[in-house]
């Protein structure tokens, strides 16, 4: 699996993008058809509380691209949020194979 990270109108650490990988990686391992993991990280309003915004997209063979948007106080907790929500999602495309 591909992870594709960009960092919009900020510069992510080398800790953030360490983190995103190894959250992507172990979902890759749950689902070994997953061919690219594109994620979009950027700051929204700066200065209120809930700005970090982490969309996730997904792209599985032969089906649609899932893609979750979740915004937190931090990249990392929207990240684990995403992770969460992406879960369920990619269960049901392998149960459909």
Known sequence: MEIKIQAIRFDATEALENFVQKKLEKLG????????????LKVVKPESAKNKEAIISIKYP??????VSKTADTFEEAI????????????KLKARK
């Not at 749950?30 to 690219?36: M, T, Y």
């Open 29 to 40: 391992r749950k689902n070994p058809e997953i061919l690219l993991a594109e994620v979009n």
């Open 80 to 91: 684990d949020l995403g992770v969460a929500a992406l879960e369920p999602q990619l269960e």
């Open 62 to 67: 032969q089906a649609a691209d899932v893609v």
